[in-house]
């Protein structure tokens, strides 16, 4: 299974856009690279998610490298709702598409 | 549409108790999972099923037991309970990615377990 490394911890200012990183160097053809985030004292929720192209929804933006060895979670204004654990998964298209959660980064937002 | 429904939300077992901690979906998502998170940790995969009648062994699959009789559910059952499986445990769902290229994971509220 393809691993991601992500940052322990980030903060960030209320208000102002967060850039939240993920390295996924082992990434293969037909990984999707997804996003959950995990409120405190509730499960985890769907973000966003993509394959090659950037990708834009109601909550975030996902932006994948051209080589996709990387990706970052944009946030474009904090607010302190945001304060979470994120995640950045894989999952193969073509295999059993089993999701393994690593320790992802907490998200601190300051007022 | 419920969703993903967990049941019970709280539990106390005594160390060797057995228990089932159902999961129950009803959006006719192939793909079922089992994980558990403890205390300032991330989620770990125990069991996970691609359909009815399948199932397989995720990160820390012992002790635990699953099956997948129907679509719908996919119980998880503690054989005998060890204080290490203190834990909250979530069951998550979604279709199979042949089926859908979001595959999206839909999870439940959790149960929080403690064995004493």
């Known amino acids: 299974d393809a691993k991601t490394t992500q940052p322990n911890s980030m903060e960030s200012n209320e208000e102002e856009p967060v850039h939240l990183p993920c390295n996924h160097s082992?990434?293969?053809?037909?990984?999707?690279i997804h996003w959950y985030r995990q409120l405190p004292s509730q499960g985890p929720e769907y973000v966003i998610h993509g394959l090659t192209s950037n990708v834009n929804n109601r909550m975030a933006s996902l932006a994948i490298a051209e080589d996709r060895k990387s990706s970052t979670l944009i946030l474009h204004r904090a607010t302190l709702r945001d304060a979470a654990v994120y995640y950045c998964i894989l999952r193969d298209f073509n295999n059993t598409g089993k999701l393994i959660f690593g320790q992802g980064t907490t998200l601190q937002v300051k007022p | 549409n419920a969703g993903v429904t967990q049941t019970p939300k709280f539990q106390v077992l005594k160390t060797g108790q057995s228990m089932t901690l159902q999961c129950a979906q009803d959006m006719n998502h192939e793909y079922m999972s089992w994980y558990r998170q403890d205390p300032g940790m991330g989620l770990r995969l125990i069991h996970y099923?691609?359909?009815?009648?399948?199932?397989d062994q995720g990160e820390v699959p012992n002790g635990y037991n699953v099956s997948r009789s129907t679509t719908e559910d996919f119980p998880l059952r503690l054989l005998s309970a060890a204080p290490s499986q203190t834990s909250v445990y979530f069951c998550?769902?979604?279709?199979?990615?042949?089926?859908?290229?979001?595959?999206?994971?839909?999870f439940g509220e959790g149960s929080r377990l403690t064995v004493l």
């Open positions: 099923s691609v359909g009815a009648g399948i199932t």
């Open positions: 998550a769902s979604s279709y199979s990615l042949q089926r859908s290229n979001t595959g999206e994971l839909f």
């Open positions: 082992t990434i293969s053809g037909t990984d999707y």
